[in-house]
């Protein structure tokens, strides 16, 4: 069981409810997108200096905690997050400033997970190639939006991913999330296509 399981009310009963009639029926636009690794742009970073490190577990128990001082929407993306973890999916790194304050949040999924990515997002996510990775799941906390924080935590870990020997990054953005999209394309992925989910009864059914 996801030992996360328990944050779930944490959401909030109204983005519960929300969830439900969405995970029962509802149609979702999605691109995927693709990038070379070593063209990848550097992008502007207003912000404090970060500390960038992997996730551990008192990393997430940390973030778990500071639930209660987010919005109703931010809550909700974190809970969603958690849940993410507790699948499995143990590469995450956290950005955080000099006063050890997380900033933001981002996993790099590696082939080495695609047992991970069948067993709970076959039909939503591709295997990866032995060449490449996925970045998903970025968050940035409200105070340090509008900086250029996750740009900048997106490019560092493709690089040192680079440094390992992947070359290709895949990443997939819902159309409405205008700004997450835009700021692939500034980093240098490009779309390779579009396509339409369809989720019923807690099914996601998509050709990947």
Excluded at 131 to 160: A, I, S
Aim: net charge positive; glycine share 8%.
């Amino acid at each position: 069981m996801n030992p996360y399981l328990p944050m779930l009310p944490r959401m909030g009963w109204r983005n519960l409810a929300t969830a439900a009639g969405h995970n029962l029926l509802s149609v979702n636009h999605y691109y995927a997108l693709n990038a070379r690794i070593s063209t990848l742009e550097a992008r502007p970073y207003r912000g404090p200096d970060l500390n960038i490190l992997k996730t551990g577990e008192p990393d997430m128990k940390e973030l778990a905690g500071s639930l209660q001082g987010l919005d109703d929407e931010s809550r909700k993306e974190m809970v969603i997050r958690l849940m993410y973890y507790g699948e499995g999916f143990h590469d995450c790194y956290v950005a955080r400033t000099p006063d050890h304050e997380p900033a933001g949040i981002l996993w790099i999924v590696f082939p080495s997970s695609n047992h991970l990515l069948a067993k709970h997002y076959r039909r939503r996510f591709a295997p990866l190639r032995a060449d490449q990775v996925m970045v998903e799941n970025g968050f940035c906390f409200p105070r340090y939006r509008g900086l250029g924080l996750l740009p900048r935590l997106t490019r560092h870990l493709l690089l040192e991913a680079r440094n390992a020997g992947y070359e290709y990054s895949v990443a997939y953005a819902p159309v409405h999330k205008v700004v997450s999209l835009n700021e692939f394309l500034r980093l240098g992925f490009t779309i390779t296509r579009m396509f339409t989910e369809y989720r019923v009864f807690g099914r996601a059914l998509r050709t990947v």
